[in-house]
């Protein structure tokens, strides 16, 4: 069957000399991958959300320590507060204790003075008791013991003025003592008040603590926002690095595949005729076809076949079917590893065999595409079954 392929190559090489002129002039000019410049284009979008993440994300972050950092103007507003309130308890219970001190002395003073005006209340009443009883006695001595009229008169003005006395210093011991218990409602008045504002105070003192503790707490929280607010900034910020990383060397791919594409373009192209297969290649075509297009119509699998030869055709790629299927990043298949299971279990379908053929004897129904994906926007060329060839 290789004899008979080899003797139509040779009686047609004219023609297929002629036809792949054809082909170089029909086929859409070969550009870099379409597939990396989608990647490209996504690497881009997804690192302009990154930045977007990023910038949201120290707003955030700023908003935290604003709200952090009014707080800590409220703290340090509390702490006075409780600085002041403490301070005027303590004057207040200053006053408090020199106020029992006074109520304490007064009501000594007052204990002394009704004392002493219950004795002159008792020394008086015995005197009054004592005229009162003596009161003929008294008359008689005084009648009989006078020297003269104005003696007598003169003592009975003393015993006047001596009762006139008693009443004297019994109502101005009341009247001190009136005055003590005066001053001792007044200093209990006193001492009301302030153990009332001392309430007040330690009710104050006690609301200003829990604002104290309260607000220590949001800090508290705050700083933990913040701090996982930073941690997930340092994350984005360490993702759009990498995204950086992959932009670039998505960049430098889409300039290689470029480059390439502008020299598959330019370049030489090798007549089939020329290619000498070695032996596995088309075993290794046809499983690669499998992989690629197993699912496809049969013209969906020639096509695929027709790209690797035209690779090997082309002076900018390897010139074998091994070196073009194995180049590195190009088929999807040999990175995940399922041409290696299809090439153990033999698993190419006979279809995949005739494609493998028909695309080693140098048919092609894509020109001198070198690329092809499954369609995506924007993606022009000539689309078979399931993908795109460009």
């Not at 930073?230 to 990498?242: F, G, H, L, P």
């Amino acid at each position: 069957m290789r004899s008979f392929r080899g003797k139509i190559r040779s009686r047609s090489a004219g023609c297929l000399l002629c036809a792949l002129s054809v082909f170089l002039l029909l086929c859409t000019q070969v550009h870099a991958t379409q597939e990396t410049r989608q990647a490209l284009d996504e690497a881009r979008n997804k690192h302009e959300q990154s930045k977007g993440e990023l910038s949201e994300q120290e707003d955030h972050i700023n908003h935290l320590n604003a709200a952090k950092d009014s707080l800590l103007g409220q703290l340090a507003d509390l702490n006075v507060q409780l600085t002041e309130v403490s301070e005027s308890l303590e004057e207040i219970e200053s006053q408090i204790r020199g106020k029992k001190q006074e109520i304490d002395l007064t009501q000594g003073e007052l204990a002394e003075a009704i004392e002493i005006q219950d004795a002159q209340y008792a020394a008086m009443k015995k005197r009054v008791q004592f005229i009162y009883e003596k009161q003929d006695f008294l008359v008689y001595d005084m009648l009989f013991g006078s020297r003269s009229f104005a003696d007598f008169l003169n003592q009975g003005h003393y015993i006047d003025e001596l009762s006139s006395y008693d009443r004297r210093m019994l109502e101005l011991y009341m009247q001190n003592g009136e005055k003590i218990a005066e001053k001792r409602e007044a200093l209990n008045r006193d001492m009301t008040v302030l153990t009332e504002y001392k309430d007040r105070q330690q009710a104050e003192q006690g609301r200003v603590a829990g604002l104290l503790e309260s607000t220590a707490g949001s800090i508290k929280g705050y700083e933990g926002e913040i701090g996982a607010a930073e941690d997930t900034a340092d994350r984005i910020a360490e993702r759009i690095r990498e995204e950086e990383a992959d932009i670039r060397a998505l960049e430098a791919k889409l300039a290689e595949e470029i480059r390439m594409s502008e020299l598959a373009r330019k370049g030489v192209w090798r007549d089939i005729s020329t290619i000498r297969f070695a032996e596995g290649d088309r075993y290794l075509l046809a499983n690669i076809i499998f992989c690629e297009a197993g699912g496809e119509p049969y013209e969906g699998q020639v096509a695929v076949g027709a790209v690797v030869i035209n690779r090997v055709r082309s002076a900018v790629y390897p010139d074998t079917v091994v070196g073009v299927i194995y180049q590195s990043h190009q088929f999807e298949p040999v990175a995940t590893g399922r041409l290696a299971l299809a090439l153990a279990e033999n698993r190419a379908t006979d279809s995949c065999y005739r494609a493998a053929d028909q695309a080693m004897d140098g048919y092609t129904n894509v020109g001198n595409c070198v690329y092809f994906r499954t369609p995506i926007p924007g993606l022009t060329g000539t689309r078979i079954g399931g993908h795109i060839f460009y």
